[in-house]
Structures are given as C-alpha cells and as structure tokens.
C-alpha cells in the first residue's frame, strides 16, 4: 500500500493551491520554513525551491524513508523523523507552511501560539473550515489571547476535491502573522 493511501492522510493534490499557501508566505532565501506533517514531500519541494530552509517534520517512517530519498541531494531540505506535538521548536524566527493532520489542529497551534518566546513569525496552515471559522472568531480566552498577540484570518476555502484521497469536508487556508512584526 502506498503510504499516502493510509487512512486519515490526505494528500493536498492541486498545485494551484500549494502554489498560493507559499506565496502567501512570502518564505524566500535565508528564512527558516517548518512543514509539519511533510507526507511524501508535496509542499516541502515547492517550498525548498523558494530558497528557503525548510524543516520536513513526519511521523510516519515510510514517508521519512521516501522524503529522506527524494532529498537527499537538497541541503536545504532537512527530514526530522518526529512527532510534531513534542519536536523541538527553533529559536530564531520560522516560518510553517503546513498541511497537518486536522485531529492535532489544536494541539499544534497550542504549541506554536503559547510560546513566551515568540519566534514563529508567520504561518500558512491547511485546517479543516469549521475549526478554521471557530479560530478566527475568537470567541475563547485562549483564542482572544492568540489574537492579541497574532492575526489569525482565513484566506479562502480549499475543497474537498483538491486532496487525494478526497476527504469528506473542505478545508481552509489558515493565515496567521505575528502583530508588530518588523
Ligand atoms: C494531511 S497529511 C499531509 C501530507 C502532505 N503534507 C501533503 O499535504 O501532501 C498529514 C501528514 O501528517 C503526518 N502526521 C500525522 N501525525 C503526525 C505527528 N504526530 N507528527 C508528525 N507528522 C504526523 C501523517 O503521516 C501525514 O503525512
């Protein structure tokens, strides 16, 4: 069995949206780019050929053992064999532009927006849309924290259709940029 074809991963299969999560970012030479969940390297190669370093973070060893072949000539692309909920975080500024696993949604933004040290700058994450809608509202103690500190807004929806194999919801592009940025 191929290893995308396992259940729960959805594979974001247009590259029109991959296209438009990294120019979004704005991620270029000399940035640091983490994509949690990195699957079979579907947005780690586009994401590595803007110049940036990216941190290829997955779970699963066969898609380690294929993303650690396919870039294997790219010093750009390190693959960190990790589950993302316990994977160091750096401490320079980085960047994610991601599509995770939607059952860790919560648990990841916990980590990346509940730092004391506020050294994610940006990130461009694939959420599902009704999560995406209850971020952005704002409506939690936790979530009006996150808003103080960033700006959390959905740039559009991403279909069902636009994933291998389809997944039964649409999804969202999650934007979030830390306030006062310089
Ligand atoms: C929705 S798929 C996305 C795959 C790829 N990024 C893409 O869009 O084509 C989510 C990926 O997260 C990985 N994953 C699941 N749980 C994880 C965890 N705790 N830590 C790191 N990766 C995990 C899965 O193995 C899968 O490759």
Do not use: C
């Not at 053992?65 to 980085?94: E, N, S, W, Y």
């Not at 990346?112 to 103690?141: K, M, Y």
């Not at 924290?145 to 960033?150: A, F, I, L, T, V």
């Amino acid at each position: 069995m191929l290893p995308h074809a396992r259940t729960g991963v959805h594979v974001l299969s247009a590259h029109a949206v991959i296209r438009r999560l990294i120019r979004s970012s704005g991620v270029g030479p000399d940035d640091l780019v983490i994509d949690f969940g990195a699957g079979p390297g579907t947005i780690t190669a586009p994401l590595a050929a803007t110049g940036a370093r990216v941190l290829a973070v997955e779970r699963d060893v066969a898609f380690v053992h294929r993303l650690t072949r396919r870039f294997a000539d790219q010093p750009l692309v390190k693959v960190v064999h990790a589950d993302l909920r316990t994977v160091p975080l750096p401490g320079r500024d980085f960047s994610v532009v991601a599509n995770i696993p939607f059952a860790l949604s919560t648990v990841l933004l916990r980590r990346l927006l509940n730092r004391r040290r506020r050294s994610l700058a940006a990130a461009d994450l694939v959420v599902e849309w009704g999560f995406a809608q209850r971020i952005v509202a704002a409506r939690t103690p936790e979530t009006a924290k996150w808003s103080e500190k960033y700006e959390l807004r959905v740039a559009g929806r991403i279909r069902r259709t636009d994933f291998r194999p389809v997944p039964r919801v649409d999804s969202a592009h999650l934007v979030i940029r830390r306030r006062g940025r310089e």
